[in-house]
C-alpha cells in the first residue's frame, strides 16, 4: 500500500531531470496573456501542446476548457481530474515575457496560475519518464472562467457535461508548497459602485462625493456583527475612486467578500450589506449598487478522508509541513458534487498578484513528485472511503 | 537584379514546424548541428533561451547536437546560469588564446567555429525576450529540406521593449532602413531583397562560414551577406519569416554608432571589390555631440575595424578538423 510513498525519491530524481521540459511549458504557455473571458490563445497552446505530448485525447470543449485525456486501461474505472485553472489576474496588454535563472522564474501570473498550468501541460511527459500507466482515465484540464467575475463557470460547466464516474480530483496552484486544501468556506464576493449623476456635477454647493458616500458604507459594514462561531469574516480587499486630487469624485467602487464557515451566515450578511446599500441610497440620493460577482457553498472532505490522509503522508515523506487552509477554487464545485477532491501547491513564490511575481524552481520538484504519487495512491483504490 | 529571389528564397518557419521530418532529414544526410549563442551581460535572457531551445530541440526531437555559449566578459551571471542548465560556456578570450584579443559578437561567432563541431551552425542572439525554438527550427528547415540552400536568415516583427511591461508595437530595424537598405540599394540592388539584413539570427553550413572573414563588431551581419553573396551567390542564401522578435531598446546615439561601424565594413567591403575607390583615409572615431551644462561637448568613440581572417586559414582549425568522404567537417 506504501508504493507510492516508496517511489517518491525515484519521482522527485527523474522529475529533475527534465526539468527543462516542465520549464518550457511554463514559459511557452505562461507567456500567452489569459485574462478571465480572454482565455482563447492560451488554450489553444495548451491543447497543442498536450497533443505535441502524446496526449490520447485533446479538445477545446464549448465552453472553452482546454481538455487532455489519457486514456486508462480499466474500462471500469471512474475518470480522475487533474485541474489547474487557466485564467489570470493580468490584463491582456501587460507584458507577459518571461524571466528565467537558474533558480527562479518570474513574470505577470505565473505564481498564479501559469506554472501550474504548465506543469499540467508537462504530465503526459512526466508518467512517461516514470513509466506510469493508471487504470483510471487521467482527465488534464484547465478550466476557463475560473476567477472573479468567471465565478468557476468553466469547471462547473465541464462537470455538468462529464459524460462519466469521477474518482476523484487533484486541483494544482503554482504556490505554496505545502498546501494542502480539503474545505472551503461559503463565500459571496461583490461590488458597490457609487456615481454621482451628470446633473450633480454641475459645481452647486454640497455636491456629494462618491469616494465619502463609498466611505459610509465601509463604517456600515463594518458596524455589523459577526458571530466566532460559525467562524464568519467580511473582508474588503478592493478600493478605487476619483479623478484627482483637486475634484470632488464622481465615482468610487469597492469590493468585498464574505467569507464563513456556514451558507446561512453569509446570506444573511450579504442581505444587511443590501440594507445598507438601500439606506445610505435614500440618504445620499445618489446612484449606488451593490452587484454579487460570485459565490459559493461551504464544502468539505473529512480530515481523516483517505484521501487527505495520503496527501498528508506525501509531504511528509518529502518533509515538507502541509498547511491546511479552506480554499475557494474548483476544489469547492467537485466537493459540492460528491467527488473527492484537494488542492495542492507546487512550488514557493513571492508577489502573487503583483509585478515581479516569482516562484522557485527546485522546491517546484517536490511539488510536482505529489502528483504522481498522489494519483497512483487513488488509482489503486487507496483514497477510496 | 535577380528579382525573382525573394519568391523562391523566403521562407516562413510554419514550413518547417514538422520537426520530426527535419530530425529525419539531418539524420540522413549524416549531420550535427551546433547552436552557438553568443553573450555579453544576457543573465535576464540567457537561461530561457536554453532551456526552450535543450527541451524542444535536444530532450524532445534530437535536433541539435551541441548548445554553446561564447561569453565576451559578461560580468553578470551569465555564464552561470548558462552553465546550470548543462550547455558548454567559453569565455572567448579563452579559445585560441595565442591570438590577440578582440572584445565584439563577430569574435564570438568566428571563435565559435573552432569550439563547435556541427556540420551546421546556427546563431542566435541572446538578448531575444520572446525565444521560440522556432527561431532554430525555421532557420535549419531550409537548409536540411533541400540540397541548394547553405546559408539562412532571419527576418521578423521587431516591437521593442520600452521599459517595464511596455512594448512599442513598431519599431527597430531603424539602421537597416536609414543606412543599409539605403548602401544596397545603390550598390548591390540585389541584396535589397533581405528584408532584415542586419538580423542577428543566422544558420549555415560550416563549409561555408569557415571560408568568410568575420567583422568582430556590428560589421559582421553586412560583412557576412556582402562575402556569401561575392563567393557563392545570392541562389545560396534564403531568408526566413520567424514572426515577431521582441528585443531590447537602443537608444539613438548607440545606432548612430553602430551605423558608423556598418557604413565602414560596407565602404571596405567595395573597395575589397574594387567597386571603389576611396581617396582618403577614413577614421576611426565617431564623434557626437551632448549637451552639459548648456555647452555642447563632443564625445569621440573608438570604433576600430578588426576582422578575423576566414577560420580555415588558421593552422589551429586546420589540425583540429578534418574532412569526410561527404565533404562535412569532424572534429579529430
Known amino acids: 500500500m506504501e508504493d507510492y510513498l516508496n517511489a517518491l525519491p525515484t519521482f522527485v530524481h527523474q522529475i529533475r531531470k527534465i526539468r527543462e521540459i516542465i520549464i518550457s511549458n511554463i514559459v511557452l504557455v505562461g507567456q500567452i496573456p489569459a485574462p ?19 496526449t490520447d485525447e485533446c479538445v477545446i470543449d464549448d465552453y472553452g476548457n482546454p481538455v487532455g485525456v489519457l486514456r486508462g486501461t480499466g474500462k471500469e474505472k471512474g475518470a480522475i481530474f487533474i485541474v489547474a485553472h487557466l485564467d489570470t489576474f493580468s490584463k491582456l496588454e501587460a507584458d507577459h515575457h518571461y524571466e528565467v535563472t537558474d533558480k527562479i522564474i518570474s513574470g505577470v501570473g505565473v505564481s498564479d ?3 501550474a498550468v504548465g506543469v499540467l501541460a508537462s504530465l503526459p511527459e512526466i508518467f512517461k519518464q516514470l513509466d506510469l500507466t493508471f487504470e483510471s482515465d487521467i482527465v488534464l484540464v484547465a478550466p476557463v472562467q475560473s476567477l472573479g467575475k468567471g465565478n468557476l463557470r468553466g469547471i462547473r460547466r465541464l462537470l455538468r457535461a462529464w459524460p462519466g464516474p469521477i474518482r476523484g ?142 496527501a498528508s503522508r506525501i509531504l511528509r515523506r518529502l518533509e515538507v509541513e502541509a498547511v491546511c487552509d479552506p480554499s475557494e477554487t474548483a476544489l469547492s464545485i467537485f466537493l459540492q458534487n460528491g467527488i473527492p477532491s484537494i488542492t495542492i501547491g507546487l512550488t514557493l513564490g513571492e508577489n502573487f498578484h503583483q509585478d515581479g511575481a516569482m516562484i522557485e524552481i527546485e522546491p517546484m520538484v517536490k511539488g510536482i513528485a505529489q502528483i504522481p504519487a498522489l494519483l497512483m495512491a487513488m488509482d489503486k483504490g487507496a483514497c477510496d472511503e | 537584379m535577380n528579382e525573382k529571389w525573394i519568391d523562391t528564397n523566403t521562407f516562413h518557419h510554419s514550413e518547417f514546424k514538422d520537426i520530426g521530418r527535419l530530425v529525419a532529414a539531418k539524420n540522413e544526410k549524416n549531420l550535427s548541428i551546433s547552436l552557438c549563442l553568443p553573450t555579453l551581460n544576457e543573465e535576464r535572457t540567457i537561461a530561457k533561451e536554453i532551456v526552450i531551445m535543450k527541451s524542444e530541440l535536444m530532450t524532445r526531437y534530437p535536433l541539435l547536437d551541441e548548445i554553446v555559449v561564447i561569453d565576451s566578459g559578461s560580468t553578470d551571471d551569465t555564464r552561470k546560469i548558462a552553465r546550470s542548465y548543462g550547455v558548454t560556456v567559453y569565455q572567448a578570450d579563452d579559445i585560441l588564446p595565442q591570438m590577440e584579443k578582440f572584445k565584439g559578437k563577430g569574435e564570438n561567432l568566428w571563435k565559435a567555429l573552432y569550439v563547435t563541431r556541427g556540420d551546421i551552425i546556427i546563431y542566435i542572439d541572446a538578448d531575444i525576450k520572446n525565444i521560440h525554438h522556432r527561431f532554430a527550427y525555421g532557420l535549419l528547415g531550409p537548409l536540411l529540406l533541400g540540397d541548394r540552400i547553405r546559408f539562412t536568415k532571419a527576418f521578423y516583427d521587431r516591437p521593442i ?3 517595464q511591461n511596455k512594448l512599442r508595437p513598431t519599431g527597430g530595424g531603424r539602421v537597416t532602413e536609414l543606412v543599409t537598405r539605403p ?36 560589421g559582421v551581419e553586412t560583412g557576412m551577406l556582402i562575402d556569401i553573396h561575392r563567393k557563392w551567390g545570392l541562389d545560396v542564401m534564403a531568408q526566413v519569416d520567424l514572426d515577431r522578435r521582441v528585443h531590447k531598446n537602443q537608444d539613438t546615439k548607440a545606432l548612430g554608432r553602430m551605423a558608423f561601424v556598418i557604413i565602414k565594413t560596407f565602404l571596405n567591403r567595395m573597395e575589397t571589390l574594387e567597386r571603389m575607390r576611396i581617396q582618403q583615409q577614413i577614421h576611426d572615431e565617431m564623434i557626437q555631440y551632448q549637451l552639459v551644462r548648456e555647452r555642447l561637448k563632443p564625445e569621440n568613440y573608438l570604433l576600430e575595424q578588426h576582422e578575423r581572417p576566414p577560420m580555415i586559414e588558421i593552422p589551429e582549425y586546420r589540425q583540429k578538423f578534418t574532412r569526410t568522404a561527404a565533404g562535412a567537417k569532424v572534429p579529430l
Open chain 1, 36 to 54: 478571465t473571458f480572454q482565455e482563447r490563445r492560451r488554450a489553444e497552446c495548451l491543447v497543442e501542446r498536450l497533443s505535441e505530448f502524446n
Open chain 1, 113 to 115: 496560475n501559469s506554472a
Open chain 1, 169 to 310: 480530483a487533484i486541483c494544482l496552484e503554482s504556490v505554496e508548497l505545502g498546501r494542502l486544501n480539503y474545505y472551503s468556506s461559503a463565500m459571496i464576493r461583490g461590488v458597490i459602485n457609487c456615481s454621482i449623476a451628470a446633473e450633480k456635477q454641475l459645481g452647486r454647493h454640497h455636491t456629494p462625493n462618491a469616494i465619502l458616500v463609498i466611505n459610509e458604507v465601509i463604517n456600515a459594514i463594518l458596524g455589523l456583527r459577526l458571530p466566532q462561531k460559525p467562524r464568519t469574516q467580511i473582508v474588503i480587499g478592493k478600493i478605487s475612486g476619483g479623478f484627482n486630487h483637486g475634484k470632488i469624485a464622481y465615482d468610487a467602487m469597492i469590493g468585498f467578500e464574505i467569507r464563513s464557515d456556514s451558507d446561512e451566515m453569509v446570506r444573511e450578511l450579504y442581505s444587511d450589506i443590501h440594507d445598507i446599500v438601500d439606506g445610505i441610497n435614500k440618504s445620499f440620493a445618489v446612484e449606488i449598487k451593490l452587484d454579487r460577482i460570485s459565490n459559493l457553498n461551504a464544502t468539505l472532505l473529512q480530515h481523516n478522508h483517505p484521501l487527505v490522509k495520503c
Open chain 2, 161 to 163: 521593449a520600452i521599459g
Open chain 2, 183 to 218: 548602401l544596397f540599394s545603390m550598390f548591390m540592388p540585389d541584396m535589397t531583397q533581405f528584408l532584415q539584413p542586419l538580423s542577428g539570427e543566422y544558420a549555415g553550413y560550416r563549409s561555408i562560414f569557415e571560408k568568410i572573414p568575420f567583422h568582430i563588431g556590428y
